[in-house]
């Protein structure tokens, strides 16, 4: 993990506090660490999940950008809420191809 910026701070201060532009302009800034979380908790999983690194990056991001009532400390929490969404994406993808069997 990169040690934390006073831009992701100020970034993740002004999304907490409403400003839904600076969660657009945040993400850039981990997305690299976004893709690391991803292909550890995609490493977890069994072999034939189809959701590939990306795709549960950009899943994530779309969860994490609906999720207003968590306010976020710093990049650590927000990367292991990021973690957390992943980790019920994956397991929300393996029960509907289970279901659709």
Known sequence: MQPASPEF???????????????????PVVYEE???VARGRRRRERRDVSLNTTALVHE?????????????????????????????????HARARRAGK
């Open 34 to 36: 976004l893709r690391q």
């Open 60 to 92: 994530a991001y779309f969860k994490l950008a609906g999720l207003r009532q968590t306010e976020f400390r710093d990049r650590a929490h927000f990367l292991a809420m990021a973690s957390r969404v992943m980790r019920r994406l994956l397991v929300d």
């Open 9 to 27: 701070a100020d970034l993740l201060k002004r999304w907490n506090d409403g400003d839904a532009a600076a969660f657009e302009a945040l993400v």
